[in-house]
């Protein structure tokens, strides 16, 4: 065949690649949204051209580790998604009646449980860090500024729209804005102002509770019925009196719940509010044209995935309620249940009175694959864990070790210990053996990020906080109905939502690995010139400690100040309060008592017979009868369980 005669192109092999090239513009295109990073969703953006943004840091990162792993994960997500729809195609053909009438059944029980009585209240500093450091240099409040060298951890409103944001690598926010002031952190100061701040809260909610250093859920249900005051009014006063004496602004949210109080927090920013009214039909009419990513919860990845299904805000998901428990789980199900009809937690109670269920810490760094050098930073990480521990009064009954490869590929391998421990010696001496192993599974391993974490915790607090038998007991911080409505109630109560918490819980632990993966990435490894690399990597220690300090820093609880009874707040005229009669918790099934010593003792004779022992280990403490004596077949008396203790059979 000469040259000129080329055979016609095949119709069929022209589609084919055709449609290649469109999977891979399509698969480009959900990259780059995945390179947008967790904080799209911040204040400020709605103006900025969001497709711009997202070719700067895919051209920006292409060629890089970084890149490479968030290519394959963005593969991995997108075959996943495949599977999905592929299972939902089956479930289509099969009949779902049963599935749909236990939708219908959990929307009934969801609908009982709606408390529409409380206000819930959510507090957002206006980027915090950045205000804070304006009040130093208010020359700096008129043009686009952020806080953070290698890695932006809030920028003010003028860079913002620029498409600017917190979680951003340096090297980025100065190409979209290369006018871009970035200032070092100060953690004292943040640290400083937050507590100014939370002394007003205090005023408003002494039980308020801090969601990291510049939020807060208040309830001022209380508050309001005291001071005879609107909600809305009562908001106002609020802002207003931390503005005054602050001299920052905060934008807040006010609802009938936690989840749409932080939603309604975003909308007015910045200083300002927005109430979404405590009527089923109004909240139901918010959630409906709501973006299922504004819920606090739903990350990139889960939105990908409901948008494949067809379901893009919270109204779409009552659509595909028969389809949701089979294709992403029960407890998947039951939070997009709640977020459909706007249901969230009503308590709101001081940080550090959340069950824990692990304490952490994890350090990133540059790539480092020397022996000597990983045992020191584990063991470093070890006296890091050590003061956390000590700090929240904790102990672990499981240790986990936590690694990432320079390849940016995690791995966890954990262990029981034979005793509960927090000591860096002990936390060393059962990490060690961790490590050693995965060392000779991966010759060479060269890591960039290390941790440890203690599960399965056990309280170290003296007294009063277990009952007899180490169950944790409730205790009582204020009186009257309105304290038990806000108190955590047991599955008859409908109170706890564990399911809200464990997806923002996840979601919070995704968006902040996602932050610290997005900007470990930084320019000069691609392109630095000999004569820099000394600086370069003097710099990047910088950045990864502040890194490292920030996610620390942000989080950290606390205790709640007390009220301040010269401030305005606390200063109007309140209803007469019942006073609290005094009590004495008895140490065995751990119920308060009156304080009077006749009726104690005689109580505790009770609580020690052998039959109300068995009740308490059954969770049984309604019993208030008194102890009755058995009878033998002779006819004799005899006491009942005084004798000896007796638990089970």
Aim: proline share 4%; hydrophobic share 35%.
């Amino acid at each position: 065949m000469t040259q000129d005669a080329k055979p016609h192109s095949n119709p069929e092999d022209a589609a084919i690649t055709a449609a290649i090239e469109k999977a891979k513009a399509a698969e480009h295109d959900t990259l780059k949204y995945h390179l947008l990073g967790p904080s799209l969703t911040k204040a400020g953006q709605d103006s900025v051209d969001q497709q711009k943004v997202s070719e700067i840091i895919y051209n920006a990162s292409k060629g890089s580790k970084f890149f490479d792993n968030e290519e394959h994960k963005d593969k991995n997500l997108t075959q996943k998604i495949e599977k999905i729809l592929a299972r939902k195609k089956q479930l289509e053909k099969t009949d779902l009646a049963s599935d749909l009438r236990r939708a219908e059944e959990y929307i009934a029980t969801l609908e009982l449980s709606r408390d529409l009585s409380q206000t819930v209240v959510h507090i957002d500093c206006d980027a915090f860090y950045a205000a804070v450091e304006e009040l130093d240099r208010p020359e700096l409040k008129d043009v686009p500024m952020a806080v953070g060298k290698g890695v932006l951890t809030t920028c003010n409103y003028h860079a913002r729209k620029f498409g600017c944001r917190s979680g951003m690598a340096g090297f980025v926010a100065m190409k979209l804005c290369p006018h871009l002031i970035c200032l070092p952190l100060n953690f004292e100061k943040y640290t400083a102002k937050a507590q100014e701040v939370r002394a007003i809260l205090a005023d408003y909610d002494p039980r308020f509770e801090s969601a990291s250093i510049d939020e807060a859920y208040l309830n001022i249900t209380d508050y309001c019925e005291e001071h005879q005051i609107d909600p809305e009014e009562a908001v106002v006063q609020l802002r207003s009196q931390v503005a005054e004496q602050t001299k920052i602004t905060i934008s807040a949210g006010i609802a009938a719940n936690a989840k749409i109080a932080k939603i309604a927090s975003n909308r007015n920013k910045p200083n300002g509010q927005f109430r979404v009214a405590n009527d089923r039909a109004t909240i139901l009419a918010f959630m409906r044209d709501l973006p299922t990513r504004k819920v606090n919860g739903i990350g990139r990845v889960f939105e990908r995935e409901l948008d494949a299904i067809g379901v893009k805000t919270c109204g779409d998901i009552y659509a595909q309620r028969a389809y949701l428990s089979k294709l992403f789980g029960h407890k998947a199900f039951q939070f997009l249940m709640q977020c459909y009809l706007g249901l969230g937690r009503t308590n709101v109670q001081p940080a550090e009175e959340h069950e824990r269920k692990s304490v952490g810490t994890e350090s990133t760094f540059r790539d480092m694959s020397d022996r000597h050098e990983l045992r020191a930073k584990l063991r470093w990480i070890a006296e890091e864990l050590e003061k956390d521990l000590a700090r929240t009064q904790f102990k672990g009954r499981t240790l986990v070790l936590k690694i990432k490869l320079h390849t940016y590929e995690v791995l966890t391998r954990q262990v029981v210990v034979p005793k509960a421990v927090s000591s860096a010696d002990d936390l060393y001496t059962y990490a060690l053996p961790m490590m050693s192993k995965l060392e000779r599974e991966i010759p060479g391993m060269k890591l960039r990020l290390m941790g440890l974490r203690c599960t399965h915790l056990v309280s170290t607090k003296k007294g009063g906080d277990v009952d007899f038998f180490g169950v944790r007991r409730l205790e009582s911080h204020s009186t009257g109905s309105a304290a038990l409505k806000r108190a955590n109630t047991d599955d008859e109560g409908w109170e706890i939502w564990p399911e809200e918490a464990e997806f923002e819980a996840a979601a919070l632990e995704q968006e902040q690995q996602d932050e610290i993966e997005s900007n470990e990435e930084q320019p000069y490894q691609q392109d630095t010139p000999t004569k820099a690399e000394a600086k370069e990597e003097d710099q990047e220690e910088i950045n990864i400690e502040d890194r490292n300090r920030r996610l620390k820093h942000g989080r950290e609880i606390r205790p709640n100040p007390a009220p301040s009874s010269s401030s305005p707040a606390s200063s109007k005229p309140k209803k007469d309060e019942p006073k609290e009669e005094a009590s004495w918790p008895c140490p065995i099934c751990g119920l308060p008592q009156a304080a009077q010593d006749q009726a104690f003792n005689t109580h505790i004779d009770f609580c020690l017979s052998r039959q109300t022992i068995k009740d308490v280990a059954r969770g049984d403490t309604t019993s208030s009868a008194p102890m009755k004596r058995k009878v033998s077949a002779t006819g004799k008396e005899k006491e009942g369980g005084r004798k000896k203790l007796f638990f089970g059979r």
